[in-house]
């Protein structure tokens, strides 16, 4: 029975995939980078990215659903060797989880260093609020 969950839970997320990367190309959040000016390694991140992880975490590594919690984090800029990391011990077992255990399983190692590093290179902009709304507008 936990094997049909997990199946049908893989199921849905690599369909979602698809239909999230549909939707975020209609709205203009995804296009910034275009693939030509990637190094091999970020695009085939990138590639991966979207048919596996994007579902949950987003291309842009912003949490799908679930919002901002632990149930599915953020991945925005977390450092690769983490992301490795983790990716790694979801692979073998040493943490296991029904959704990311089973994803991470159907990635080689190759394909764990380029998503770790296409999410680890996405930057984020920190500002003051304060300060944005504070300024007349023309």
Not at 23 to 30: F, L, P, Y
Not at 40 to 67: F, M, N, W, Y
């Amino acid at each position: 029975m936990k094997l049909i969950f997990s199946l049908l839970s893989l199921y849905f997320i690599l369909t979602g995939s698809l239909l999230a990367d549909t939707k975020q190309a209609e709205t203009g959040s995804v296009g910034a980078t275009i693939s030509k000016n990637l190094t091999e390694e970020l695009r085939k991140g990138k590639e991966k990215v979207q048919t596996i992880c994007s579902a949950c975490h987003g291309l842009d590594g912003v949490a799908a659903s679930g919002g901002n919690s632990v149930i599915i984090p953020n991945l925005t800029a977390q450092h690769k060797d983490y992301l490795i990391a983790k990716l790694k011990d979801y692979k073998s077992g040493k943490v296991n989880h029904p959704q990311m255990t089973l994803i991470a399983q159907m990635l080689t190692d190759d394909e764990i260093e380029y998503v770790s590093e296409w999410y680890s290179r996405i930057k984020i902009r920190i500002f003051d609020p304060n300060l944005i709304l504070a300024k007349p507008s023309n």
